[in-house]
């Protein structure tokens, strides 16, 4: 089925810049590691669009519609169809001191300046040169397009505009309870405290009233659980000794040893009876003879 403007559409493409040969974007993890702009903070995976939402450039949105899915495109944009041609009046000269709160400006790096992105171009004494350009302005670009998926479930369209503006959270996390006109949006606990979580959440009830008249109000719940206490560990100095059921019936079974008598308290020793001296009985002995002679 050949899509059209309004449909909801997962995307895959890997862009090149002509005059240089160059990939500079994708959808694929293979082909950024190739290409040496994979970046670990970076999701690859088809992009979700709303065909004819400016979501991509203008000549490419025109050159899907009425592409069957599944059927790859090379599409070649000039910079009018793409992002623009370079405007010299976008270029600012601002004093290096401004920076001192950032990162040491390079000729190349990417930054948020006065609240817009820009492009470093040139370090001098003192000032910077900033391009407010897009990097991509003023190039041929190359796209290698194909439609992933059109997709006709409703949740899942509603996942995929959460997945838009709160990424940091994977979209099978969140919950959706629908009654009538009433939607119910579950938040996962990892979401509670992200940066802009409140902007995000407007944004998201924006879009969803914007694409689905139906849906009146949007109510977004967020549930704290008690946390289970954890178990206590025992002392490390603390050991335990398992005695096994067979282990007890051995030792009932066994006799018992013989306690040890307890020490009585020390006792005086007697005098021992006093013997009679040898020598007086010898004596009476001899008086006795001496009697009867």
Same mark, same amino acid.
């Given at each position: ?15 090149? @810049? ?17 290409? %040496?702009? %994979? ?21 490419? +949105?025109? =050159? ?10 090379? @599409? +070649? ?10 405007? $010299?009046?976008?270029?600012?000269? @601002? ?20 609240? /817009?992105?820009?492009?470093? /171009? ?11 350009? %897009? ?11 194909? !439609? ?9 369209? !509603?996942?995929?505009? !959460? ?26 606990? #990892? ?23 139906? !849906?009146?109000? @949007? ?6 659980? /008690?946390?289970? $206490?954890?178990?206590?560990? $025992? ?10 059921? #067979?282990? #007890? ?14 020490? =009585? ?11 009679? =001296?040898? =020598? ?12 009867? /002679?």
């Amino acid at each position: 089925m050949a899509v059209k403007p309004g449909d909801f559409l997962l995307v895959n493409y890997t862009l090149k @810049v002509k005059e240089s040969g160059e990939t500079v974007d994708t959808t694929f993890d293979s082909v950024a590691k190739d290409a %040496h702009i %994979h970046r670990e903070d970076s999701t690859f995976g088809p992009k979700f669009i709303i065909l004819g939402e400016g979501w991509l450039p203008k000549g490419l +949105e025109e =050159s899907l519609v009425g592409l069957d899915p599944g059927t790859n495109k090379t @599409v +070649e944009l000039t910079p009018e169809k793409g992002f623009g041609a370079r405007d $010299p009046q976008k270029m600012r000269l @601002v004093p290096l001191r401004r920076f001192r709160d950032k990162e040491y400006p390079t000729p190349g790096q990417q930054v948020e300046f006065d609240g /817009r992105p820009a492009v470093v /171009r040139a370090v001098g004494a003192g000032r910077v040169q900033v391009d407010y350009n %897009h990097p991509l302005a003023g190039r041929t670009l190359v796209y290698d397009v194909s !439609i992933d998926k059109v997709l006709d479930n409703e949740n899942e369209k !509603i996942l995929n505009l !959460i997945a838009l503006r709160i990424p940091e959270v994977p979209k099978e996390k969140f919950a959706l309870k629908k009654h009538q006109s009433d939607l119910t949006i579950d938040v996962p606990e #990892e979401a509670f405290y992200l940066s802009g979580l409140q902007v995000a959440k407007k944004a998201v009830t924006s879009d969803l009233q914007k694409f689905f008249p139906d !849906i009146g109000t @949007v109510a977004f719940q967020e549930v704290f659980k /008690r946390s289970e $206490p954890k178990p206590e560990l $025992p002392a490390s100095t603390a050991k335990v000794t398992e005695v096994s059921p #067979e282990k #007890e019936e051995d030792e009932e079974a066994a006799p018992a040893t013989t306690p040890k008598k307890p020490k =009585s308290p020390a006792k005086k020793k007697e005098a021992a009876p006093r013997k009679a =001296s040898t =020598s007086t009985s010898r004596k009476r002995a001899k008086m006795g003879s001496e009697n009867q /002679r």
